[in-house]
């Protein structure tokens, strides 16, 4: 099981490397663990897309990461 802090620094990486394009990556995956029926993995996913949609917005605010 992910911890929040594994929740958080996966987020941070997908945000570096692919800016706000990250969200849609991190949604993807989410999606393809939810059609598999893995809700852990789901659930986990589910979290980095909404830290990498905040890290990316807050990005764009303050002129920082990839994008």
Do not use: P
Not at 40 to 53: F, H, M, P
């Amino acid at each position: 099981m992910a911890t929040e802090i594994d929740l958080w620094q996966t987020a941070w990486i997908i945000a570096e490397q692919y800016g706000g394009d990250g969200v849609a990556f991190a949604a993807e995956m989410a999606h393809s663990f939810d059609i598999c029926g893995k809700i852990e993995a789901y659930d986990a996913w589910l979290s980095i897309t909404q830290k990498v949609e905040l890290l990316t917005a807050t990005a764009a605010t303050h002129g920082t990461l990839a994008g």
